[in-house]
C-alpha cells in the first residue's frame, strides 16, 4: 500500500502539477476504496443514488461512479485546497495516534518474555523416553477437522445421521470416541491445550481475565510440547499450511508444506473490507479450496515423501468450518458463503454438505496412508471444537446448555497399531491424546489428567467456565 500510495502520488503530481491536488485525490481514492464494504452492508437492499441495490454488481459501479465524481470535484477545484489539506493532515494524524496508541498498550500489557519461554519449553518428564535407538516409531498423523461436530451434536443439533462414516473409520481400525469433548470452546486455547498436553487455565493469571491477546497462545501452538518431544526421538515434523494465523506456518518445522495463494485470516479481511470484495470469490475461494484438497493430496504421499525416518505431520483443516467451499459431491460450491464466523453457522445444510465432503477425502487419505505406511502409523482425527449454529452469530457469556453440547461435542478417532485402541475411552479429551500416546508407545508416565471442558468467549478467552455438567 505505500508503494502503491508513492507511485499514484508522484504521478498524479506530475499530471496536476500540484503536490496538495495529487495528495487529495489519493486520499479520496483510498476513502472509497476502503469504506467499499462497509457502505455495501449499509445500502445493501435499499435505495442509492436512484437504485435498488441488489448485489455487487449495482452497488459497485455505483461506487466507483459516486468516487469517480468526487475526484472530478477536487481536480477542478481552484480554491480551498489548503484549507482541505490542513483538515486532512490533522485527520491523518488522529487516525494514525488511535491504532499506534493501541499496539503500545497492547505490547506493554503482554507478559514477560520469560513467561513464553517457560511454557513451550518440555519439562524433564516428557523428555524421558525408551533408550534403545533401534526401535521403529510409528509415523503420527495429527489431522485437526476444525469445528467437525461428535455423533450425538449432528444428530440431535442437525438431523443427521454421521453413523456411516463413524462405522467406515471403525472397520478400518479406528476407535471413535463416542462421547468426546473439546477442552476449551475456542480453536487457540484447544490447539494450545492439546499440542503441550495440559490445561491453559493458569494463564488467566498471567495475562488477565479481561485480555483478549493471543501471542502467547499462538508460540504454544507453534513450539509445542508433543512436536519438541517427537523431534528429540528423530521424528521429522511436517507443518501444512492451514491459511489460519497459529498454523499457516511453523518455523519449527522440518518440512513446511504450503500450495500457496491467499487464504490466511489478514488477506481475507483486506479483500472483504474493500473494493476487493466482489472478486473474493475467484480470490480466496479458489485459494482456500484448493489448499484444502492440496493439503490431503500430500498427507496421503507423505511415507513416500520424507522417507524412511518417522515423521509427524501436523495438518489443520478449516473444514467442515465456514467458509463453505464445497458440496457434499466433493466439487466446489458456485455459490459459496465466504464468512468464517457470525451468522453463517446457521447454514446447516452447507455446514452438513462440507461435512459431507470432509468425510469422503478422510476416508480416501486413511486408506493411502495405511497402504503407503512401512510401519503401521498412528493416525488422529480430531476436532478442536464444535459448530456453532446454536449461537445466532454472537458468543454469550453465558452460553444455554443447547449452545454448549454443540460447541463442545467433537469428532475424535484414532488409529493405534498392534490392535492398541480399546485405551482410548468413550470421553477422552484432547488434553490426553499424546498423554496417552507418549506412555504406551514412548515409555513416558505422564498418566491421564481429569476430563474438563471450559467455555470462553471471543472477547473474553481467558475468562473460563466449567461446563462438564
Request: glycine share 6%; charged share 15%; with cysteine.
Amino acid at each position: 500500500m505505500i508503494v502503491m500510495t508513492i507511485s499514484l502520488l508522484l504521478t498524479l503530481s506530475f499530471i496536476f502539477n500540484n503536490i496538495q491536488k495529487a495528495a487529495i485525490v489519493v486520499t479520496v481514492i483510498y476513502i472509497f476504496f476502503f469504506s467499499y464494504s462497509s457502505a455495501y452492508d449499509a445500502f445493501s437492499g435499499r435505495r442509492f443514488l436512484g437504485m435498488i441495490v441488489e448485489g455487487h454488481r449495482v452497488f459497485f459501479p455505483l461506487w466507483s461512479a459516486l468516487s469517480l465524481l468526487v475526484v472530478a470535484a477536487v481536480v477542478f477545484a481552484l480554491d480551498g485546497l489548503e484549507l482541505v489539506t490542513v483538515i486532512l493532515n490533522l485527520t491523518s494524524f488522529i487516525l494514525l495516534f488511535i491504532p499506534v496508541s493501541y499496539v503500545v498498550v497492547k505490547k506493554l500489557s503482554e507478559p514477560p518474555k520469560e513467561h513464553n519461554d517457560h511454557t513451550v519449553n518440555p519439562d524433564a518428564s516428557l523428555l524421558a523416553g525408551l533408550k534403545n535407538k533401534t526401535v521403529k516409531y510409528p509415523d503420527i498423523y495429527y489431522i485437526i477437522l476444525d469445528a467437525y461436530g461428535n455423533q450425538a451434536v449432528l444428530n440431535e443439533v442437525y438431523g443427521y445421521d454421521n453413523s456411516p462414516f463413524v462405522n467406515a473409520l471403525a472397520a478400518k481400525g479406528f476407535c471413535v470416541a463416542p462421547k468426546s469433548k473439546s477442552n476449551y470452546s475456542l480453536t487457540f486455547l484447544s490447539l494450545a491445550s492439546a499440542l503441550n498436553m495440559e490445561y491453559l487455565n493458569y494463564l488467566t493469571e498471567t495475562i488477565g481475565e479481561e485480555s483478549n491477546q493471543r501471542l502467547l497462545l499462538y508460540q504454544m501452538i507453534k513450539k509445542n510440547k508433543v512436536a519438541t518431544f517427537l523431534k528429540s526421538k528423530g521424528y521429522i515434523f511436517a507443518h501444512f499450511s492451514s491459511g489460519w494465523g497459529a498454523t499457516e506456518h511453523n518455523k519449527y518445522a522440518d518440512i513446511n508444506f504450503r500450495n500457496g495463494g491467499i487464504s490466511n485470516e489478514f488477506a481475507m479481511a483486506f479483500i472483504k473490507k474493500t473494493m476487493i470484495r466482489p472478486f473474493e470469490k475467484y480470490i480466496i475461494g479458489n485459494s482456500a479450496s484448493q489448499r484444502v484438497l492440496y493439503t490431503f493430496d500430500k498427507l496421503g504421499e507423505l511415507p513416500n515423501i520424507c522417507g524412511p525416518g518417522p515423521v509427524f505431520a501436523f495438518a489443520h483443516f478449516l473444514v467442515p468450518h465456514p467458509p463453505y467451499l464445497f458440496g457434499k459431491n466433493q466439487k466446489g460450491r458456485s455459490t459459496a458463503q465466504f464468512e468464517i464466523d457470525g451468522s453463517v453457522w446457521s447454514s446447516k445444510e452447507d455446514y452438513l454438505e462440507q461435512l459431507q465432503f470432509v468425510n469422503g477425502k478422510v476416508e480416501v487419505l486413511v486408506d493411502r496412508i495405511l497402504a503407503n505406511s512401512r510401519v503401521p502409523p498412528i493416525i488422529i482425527a480430531q476436532a478442536d471444537h464444535g459448530p456453532a449454529s446454536s449461537f445466532g452469530g454472537c458468543w454469550p457469556q453465558e452460553p444455554t446448555q443447547y449452545m454448549l453440547k454443540e460447541r463442545m461435542g467433537i469428532l475424535n478417532a484414532v488409529f493405534l497399531p498392534d490392535g492398541a485402541q480399546k485405551v482410548f475411552y468413550e470421553g477422552i479429551t484432547p488434553v490426553n491424546t499424546f498423554r496417552l500416546i507418549f506412555d504406551k508407545y514412548f515409555g513416558c508416565a505422564h498418566g491421564l489428567l481429569e476430563d474438563k471442558s471450559y467455555y470462553s468467549s471471543y472477547d473474553q478467552p481467558y475468562k473460563f467456565v466449567h461446563v462438564n455438567d
